[in-house]
């Protein structure tokens, strides 16, 4: 009878709870699914933001407007108080538009991306 020793050489098969065989699994998972359709979803997003916006606006306590910002050409949304004409809430915050100005400024001079080779 002949008895070979088995080494660390052998190979052995790969384990099923390894991360790198978990990730391919859903990979692979999720190409698997339908794919949604993008116009449906944004669609039925849409319409989940003009409920909650027509919600904030119902009892006349605030209002919500809609305005283009000059410097860099974004829509900027604003939840106000009809009564003190306080802003309670922006999207997208001042200090993010402050900071697209300056991107976009830096961005215009070059200061930015070296293109001198």
């Keep these: 009878m002949l008895v070979e020793a088995i ?9 099923v709870n390894e991360p790198l065989q978990q990730v391919e699994r859903q990979r692979q998972e999720t190409e698997q699914q339908p794919q949604i ?3 449906k979803q944004n669609k039925v997003q849409s319409e989940e933001l003009l409920n909650q916006i027509k919600a904030l606006t119902e009892n006349g306590l605030y209002s919500v407007r809609f305005e283009q910002d000059e410097n860099v050409q974004e829509l900027v949304v604003k939840i106000v108080d009809n009564e003190t004409d306080e802003v309670i809430r922006q999207i997208p915050p001042e200090e993010l538009l402050n900071l697209t100005k300056v991107l976009q400024d830096l961005g215009l001079r070059g200061n930015i991306v070296d ?3």
């Design 115 to 117: 293109t001198e080779s």
């Design 7 to 15: 080494g660390s050489t052998t190979v052995s098969p790969p384990r």
């Design 37 to 39: 359709d993008s116009s």
